[in-house]
């Protein structure tokens, strides 16, 4: 059997997801200026894909991999031709390039899918995914109140919360970022999704290829465990979360079913393939891995019904001047590329952060060298 990800059938390991129409947020996108960061990615070009149908007056799509822009420029090209679309090369965490970027195009709708997300790989790179996540948010978010943007949407992780990996504790900075912008009438809020299944940098492309190879199918531990959601049901939680949102700064966390234990979704793809003799080699968590997530955290309360496939949640907010003096703190730390004290100025912004022994090793070997 091809496992290609579209050719897996999931009705025999998920219960059937619901089918979702997003015409209902036609209206919200119809005529408007609508903006989405990370537009290459699995769920930037899931929205751009969805609201391009919407007949947007214009769509910038926004990216910073050369590859990932020309795939979805040329996809929604061949759909109905370039006129109501513009493929922009850049990062968030350009100033000028947002400035010009809404100068020209004044978008009023912000989807902000841009971010960096693999948990090892950013363990290896604090600067980097400090600059993307925390420092591109916070300019992007200037730049669109700025701009009177009407709204703008982060998508953020469930790493956020109680956060043992880097990448984590900068989303969830992010948010914070976000809950601290001064009342104005952008209003802003952060989605905060778990595992969007069989999307790139997912655990199911992983696997497929390790059984197209004749295996093992590498998991890092027999009882993690994660949350999935089909790519249908993130796009329509993140345009729920945007006709929605209310006016001051908030975190929205979708209806989820039950966690899916790793192991299992291994041996499910396994017997799906038809290969013969395929092992599964545990591995060990990873620096910043964690067994099980969380969507709300004991800080946090979430309102007792859904809406629309949604919780919002109340979510504590720093004070303006801690997050100004923090912010502040974490420039000169990456200007310097001092990782002691962005570890120590992030750990006092986000205290459920834990460094991974491997980031703290890290710090004693700088002040040794």
């Not at 899916?260 to 017997?271: D, G, S």
Request: net charge neutral; with cysteine.
């Amino acid at each position: 059997m091809n496992l290609n990800n579209q050719n897996i059938r999931w009705d025999g390991f998920f219960p059937p997801a619901p089918r979702h129409d997003a015409s209902a947020f036609a209206p919200l996108h119809a005529g408007k200026s609508v903006l989405v960061t990370g537009a290459g990615g699995s769920i930037g070009s899931a929205l751009a894909k969805t609201i391009h149908g919407m007949a947007p007056r214009c769509l910038v799509l926004l990216d910073s991999s050369e590859q990932n822009l020309f795939r979805i420029h040329s996809g929604l090209s061949r759909q109905s031709g370039p006129q109501r679309h513009v493929p922009l090369l850049g990062s968030v965490a350009d100033e000028r390039c947002l400035l010009d970027l809404f100068e020209r195009y004044r978008p009023q709708i912000v989807y902000h899918a841009a971010a960096f997300k693999h948990v090892p790989l950013m363990e290896m790179n604090p600067f980097a995914v400090l600059q993307n996540n925390v420092f591109g948010t916070s300019t992007l978010a200037m730049v669109a109140q700025r701009f009177d943007a009407a709204r703008l949407i982060m998508i953020s992780t469930d790493k956020a919360v109680n956060s043992q990996s880097i990448m984590g504790a900068t989303k969830r900075l992010a948010e914070l970022v976000l809950l601290g912008m001064p009342a104005a009438r952008t209003r802003m809020a952060s989605v905060r999704l778990g595992n969007v299944l069989a999307s790139e940098g997912s655990v199911v492309p992983l696997f497929s290829d390790q059984i197209a190879r004749g295996g093992p199918v590498t998991v890092t531990h027999p009882e993690v465990e994660r949350y999935f959601l089909t790519m249908e049901e993130t796009v329509h939680r993140v345009l729920s979360a945007a006709a929605s949102c209310p006016a001051e700064g908030a975190i929205a966390v979708p209806v989820m079913g039950e966690p899916v234990r790793i192991a299992a979704l291994a041996e499910y793809l396994i017997r799906q393939s038809a290969a013969k003799n395929i092992a599964i080699a545990y591995t060990g968590l990873r620096p910043g891995d964690k067994l099980r997530e969380d969507f709300v955290s004991a800080r946090e309360s979430a309102m007792a019904a859904p809406v629309d496939g949604i919780f919002w949640v109340h979510s504590p907010r720093l004070p303006d001047a801690e997050l100004a003096a923090g912010l502040a703190a974490l420039t000169v730390a990456l200007n310097d590329r001092n990782l002691a004290q962005l570890l120590a100025t992030l750990t006092r912004l986000v205290p459920e952060y834990e460094p991974s022994d491997y980031l703290r090793r890290q710090t004693t070997t700088a002040a040794a060298t």
